[in-house]
């Protein structure tokens, strides 16, 4: 290998948006044996080489392991990064590029409102009734968007998140069964987001993967550390977490936010015709944003201390 292997599997990392905690639960081992690879410290037995080489083949199809023979570049290029290894170009490519732009512009001003663990709330498809919290962490990646990775009793997902006005739109793919995932929620123009609501469409697991729209809350549960393997030891341990949420721990206003009637029986009697979540009964909270504040009058412009 041309150059050292641990600076290619880095940027394998990098480009598939993949930590190592999760790399090292999806191999089997131990997340101190992902460390090693990554610092150099040893490289991969011929064994583990296979197993990694196969896990990068399901984020890439085609990936074996003669590619790691290739540069940083031609690896690069192979995932189809640009020539700074930055934004991927089927992202820049596959998405119209002034909204694009747009999202990123958006994620600049507003974005950082937005990282933080979170837990979702929603209705349990499988098993009616019920509901389910998924586990998510969500922070800009290098390449300025928003990233959320969310875990479920041993199902991650990955996805972008968009904002654009008052809306946040995701993307997002579960590798493990190939299938994506689809949402729009109501967005908070604040200093730190701590309520977001929306839909969310994905297919269930079932034998036909049913295409499914549930309604979903998701309520922060801590901030970021700044430390970014601090926040993926911790993402890594509430993902281990039992998703089910216990019999009567969701509260009756939650459940009745997230289950409403639907269809010619509710539109009669006043309700809804579709699954919906208007903005009116929109349950996205926030810390108001200090430009707001001062707007209002609420707080002095700094620049205004010195006349005063």
């Given amino acids: 290998m041309s150059e050292p292997f641990c600076e290619k599997l880095s940027l394998v990392l990098k ?13 089997g081992v131990h997340k101190s044996i992902v460390g090693r690879w990554v610092t150099g410290a040893v490289k991969p037995s011929t064994h583990n080489l296979s197993q990694l080489s196969a896990l990068v083949a399901r984020h890439s199809p085609g990936f074996n392991t003669f590619d790691w023979d290739r540069s940083l570049d031609d690896l690069a290029e192979l ?34 409102a937005y990282e933080g663990f979170f837990r979702t709330t929603r209705p ?24 959320l990775n969310l875990a479920n009793g041993g199902v991650f997902i990955d996805a972008w998140l968009l904002p654009l006005k008052d809306q946040i739109f995701i993307i997002g793919s579960q590798f493990s069964n190939g299938t994506m995932i689809f949402g729009l929620l109501n967005g908070v123009r ?35 550390s700044g430390d970014r393997f601090a926040d993926e030891a911790r993402f890594a341990e509430l993902a281990g977490m039992d998703p ?65």
């Avoid at 640009?82 to 909204?99: F, I, K, W, Y």
């Avoid at 019920?130 to 300025?144: A, L, N, P, S, W």
């Avoid at 604040?190 to 994905?202: K, M, P, T």
């Fill in 15 to 27: 480009l598939l948006s993949l930590s190592r905690g999760r790399l090292a639960a999806d191999l």
């Fill in 79 to 112: 995932f189809g990064a640009d020539g700074n290894r930055q934004v991927p170009v089927s992202v820049r490519g596959g998405l119209p590029l002034p909204l694009l732009g747009q999202a990123l512009a958006m994620t600049a001003q507003w974005g950082s």
């Fill in 124 to 147: 349990f498809a499988m098993y009616p009734g019920r509901f389910v919290h998924d586990q998510c962490i969500v922070r800009k990646d290098g390449t300025g968007m928003l990233r």
């Fill in 190 to 224: 604040s200093a730190r987001v701590d309520r977001l609501d929306g839909l969310i469409l994905s297919p269930i697991q079932d034998l036909g993967q049913t295409p499914t729209a549930t309604a979903v809350l998701l309520e922060r549960t801590g901030d970021l």
């Fill in 244 to 308: 089910l949420a216990p019999e009567g721990s969701i509260p009756q206003s939650v459940r009745d936010h997230l289950t409403r009637d639907i269809g010619p029986a509710a539109l009669a009697a006043g309700g809804d015709w579709l699954l919906r979540m208007p903005p009116e009964r929109s349950l996205a909270t926030g810390e108001p944003h200090p430009q707001t504040l001062r707007a209002l009058g609420m707080v002095k412009d700094p620049a205004d201390a010195s006349g005063s």
